[in-house]
């Protein structure tokens, strides 16, 4: 018997011109939690879509419990014991979760099942995952929330008899208190003999969670190890290929006090009565749990939602924004959290999403100056060093960061005065988060102000000069510079006072 679960040997994928694998090597023993990590682009989803058996690799053997094997789809890694939870989950959103765990299972089940013998099958794995924290498996899953679509997911992947189970940024859109949930999952998975491959771009997680890690950088193996014996600064190293000493880069400020954007009792569906002052060339920190109401407050603001009482004044005109377009007119601009529904136009190309929010300034009596526009994408792609060949690459075929780091470009280039940005680092790797700070930092040198909405405290504290709090809706209180800690940001995000 091999000690290893899984060895992937040599595996080179190329896609046209990119080659988004080397020759890597991955070696994960059984029952043990890996983490593979690497940049964005770095080749991570591209190795674990291999494995899932999602793409054919040009080159390379996979072994299985120290089997050869060769993975001919997705349904023949289910086969294999091999499940992959994704980003996107694979859910049925109508279909409750026992009809969810059941898809798929038909195979298994060669004649007509009693609807007591799926809940029994179904209800078995759900327990499992759940315990009993799903108050019922007979709702659409589209009704939970995605901590529960995920462990549905999980429940359903653990159906097909699964020995290995990959996770492709699972945390991402959970709150702190769903991530314990899901670690706890994870844990026991492991304590039942599953191995877990774990991908993600926070590195506290995988100190918190795993037994070894792989790294990858440009779709290359570089190192493994375990966990225990390594630091933050060594896996960073690794990944970016040179040292990164500060997580922040230091604060450049105008210090101005002009104010260029005021809220007065704003109210709307889910927030009440909220009023601040945002001045010229500053970043203000909207903090608060998942479901405070932060990013409807900006929506609303930027005309995305309707505002049911209040006023919004900027640079000091009253402003009427019933709809987005309006506000690009105010100089707003809004990377919003939702890459995948709201931020990009998958199919098309980079220079197209890069240049959608800056169409006046590239063309002239409506027509788009091609040069102008090539110049102007060019320089936000350099600079937020997207990983693609080309500005004429689709967005659909970039990794999940760089997808990211394209929304972001987008609003750079529309010179917006005004920017809001939701979660704006979310998926993107250490050394590119830092480009996005140096990138605000000189933003708001030029006098540009922003709002940031981040679920990760160190970021809001560590980038912005004042936070806002909000819980249920409703401002709680307000730190200046001097006043960041966590435990006030989170006494006054869970609604007490300071
Ligand atoms: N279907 C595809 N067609 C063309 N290029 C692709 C395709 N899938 C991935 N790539 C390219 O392969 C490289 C690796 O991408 P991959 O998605 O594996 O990165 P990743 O490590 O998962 O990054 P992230 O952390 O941003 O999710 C990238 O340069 C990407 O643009
Ligand atoms: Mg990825």
């Given at each position: 018997?091999s000690?290893y679960?899984l060895?992937?040997?040599g595996v080179?994928?190329?896609?046209?011109k990119?080659?988004a694998?080397d020759?890597?090597?991955l070696?994960?023993k059984?029952g043990?939690?890996?983490?593979?990590i690497?940049?964005n682009?770095a080749?991570k989803?591209?190795?674990?879509?291999?494995?899932s058996?999602?793409?054919?690799?040009?080159?390379?053997?996979?072994k299985i419990?120290?089997?050869?094997?060769v993975?001919?789809?997705?349904r023949?890694?289910?086969?294999?014991?091999?499940?992959?939870?994704?980003?996107?989950?694979?859910?049925?959103?109508e279909l409750d979760?026992?009809k969810n765990?059941?898809l798929?299972q038909?195979?298994n089940?060669?004649r007509i099942?009693k609807?007591q013998?799926?809940?029994?099958?179904?209800?078995k794995?759900?327990?499992?995952?759940?315990?009993?924290s799903?108050?019922?498996?007979k709702?659409?899953v589209?009704?939970l929330s995605?901590?529960?679509?995920?462990m549905?997911?999980?429940?359903?992947a653990?159906?097909?008899?699964?020995?290995?189970?990959?996770?492709?940024?699972?945390?991402d859109?959970?709150?702190?208190?769903?991530?314990?949930?899901?670690?706890?999952?994870?844990?026991?998975?492991?304590?039942?003999g599953i191995t877990?491959?774990?991908i993600?771009?926070r590195?506290?997680?995988?100190?918190a969670?795993?037994?070894r890690?792989?790294?990858l950088?440009?779709?290359?193996?570089?190192?493994?190890?375990?966990i225990?014996?390594?630091?933050?600064?060594?896996?960073?190293?690794?990944?970016?290929?040179?040292?990164?000493k500060?997580?922040?880069p230091?604060?450049?400020r105008?210090r101005?006090?002009?104010?260029?954007l005021?809220?007065e009792?704003?109210?709307?569906?889910?927030?009440?009565?909220i009023?601040?002052q945002?001045?010229k060339g500053?970043i203000?920190g909207?903090?608060?749990?998942v479901?405070?109401g932060r990013?409807e407050?900006?929506?609303?603001?930027f005309?995305a939602?309707?505002?049911?009482?209040?006023?919004?004044?900027?640079?000091g005109?009253?402003?009427?924004?019933s709809?987005?377009?309006?506000?690009l007119?105010?100089g707003?601009?809004?990377a919003?959290e939702?890459?995948?529904?709201q931020?990009?136009?998958?199919n098309h190309?980079i220079k197209?999403?890069?240049?959608?929010?800056?169409?006046?300034?590239?063309?002239?009596a409506g027509?788009v100056s091609g040069?102008?526009e090539?110049?102007?994408?060019e320089?936000?792609f350099?600079?937020?060093?997207?990983?693609?060949?080309d500005t004429?690459?689709?967005?659909?075929?970039l990794?999940?960061?760089?997808q990211?780091k394209?929304?972001?470009a987008?609003?750079?280039?529309?010179?917006?005065?005004i920017?809001?940005?939701?979660e704006?680092t979310r998926?993107i790797d250490?050394?590119?988060?830092y480009e996005?700070y140096?990138?605000?930092?000189?933003l708001?040198?030029e006098?540009?102000s922003?709002?940031?909405?981040?679920?990760e405290?160190?970021e809001?504290?560590g980038?912005a000069?004042?936070?806002?709090?909000?819980?249920?809706g409703?401002?709680?209180?307000?730190?200046?510079q001097e006043?960041f800690?966590?435990?006030?940001?989170m006494?006054?995000?869970s609604?007490e006072?300071l």
């Open positions: 018997m000690e679960a060895e992937m040997l080179t994928k190329t896609f046209s990119v080659t694998l020759q890597v090597d070696r994960v059984k043990e939690i890996h983490a593979l690497g940049e682009g080749g989803s591209t190795l674990m879509k291999v494995l058996g999602v793409y054919k690799p040009d080159a390379g053997t996979v419990d120290g089997k050869e094997v993975i001919k789809s997705p023949d890694a289910i086969d294999k014991g091999v499940a992959i939870i994704y980003q996107e989950l694979s859910l049925v959103p979760a026992v765990v059941m798929g038909e195979k089940f060669c099942i609807t013998e799926e809940n029994e099958f179904a209800g794995y759900l327990d499992y995952v759940s315990r009993g799903l108050a019922s498996y709702t659409p589209k009704k995605v901590a529960q679509q995920q549905v997911d999980i429940a359903k653990l159906s097909y008899q699964t020995r290995i189970i990959i996770m492709d940024e699972p945390t859109s959970l709150t702190n208190s769903e991530i314990e949930v899901l670690f706890e999952i994870v844990r026991k998975l492991k304590a039942d877990v491959i774990y993600s771009h590195l506290e997680e995988l100190f969670l795993c037994d890690v792989t790294v950088r440009d779709g290359k193996y570089i190192a493994d190890e375990n225990r014996d390594i630091d933050k600064d060594w896996l960073i190293s690794k990944m970016i290929g040179r040292d990164l500060d997580t922040f230091p604060r450049h105008i101005s006090t002009e104010v260029v005021e809220a009792g704003l109210t709307g569906e889910r927030f009440e009565n009023s601040f945002l001045r500053e203000l909207l903090s608060g749990l479901g405070a990013t407050v900006l929506r609303a603001i005309g939602d309707k505002l049911q009482k209040g006023k919004v004044t900027i640079f005109k009253e402003a009427d924004i709809h987005p377009s309006r506000a007119k105010y707003l601009g809004f919003t939702d890459r995948k529904t931020g990009l136009f998958l190309d197209d999403n890069i240049a959608a929010a800056a169409l006046d300034k590239i063309s002239k027509f040069a102008k090539k110049k102007m994408t320089k936000y350099q600079e937020l060093r997207v990983v693609a060949p004429g690459k689709l967005c659909r075929f990794s999940g960061g760089n990211q394209v929304v972001l987008k609003w750079l280039a529309s010179e917006c005065k920017l809001f940005l939701d704006p998926g250490v050394g590119a988060k996005i140096l990138l605000m930092d000189r708001v040198q006098g540009v922003i709002i940031m909405i981040s679920s405290m160190p809001v504290m980038v000069d004042r936070i806002l709090v909000m819980h249920e409703v401002l709680t209180g307000e730190l200046s006043e800690s966590e435990e006030g940001i006494k006054l995000a609604g006072k």
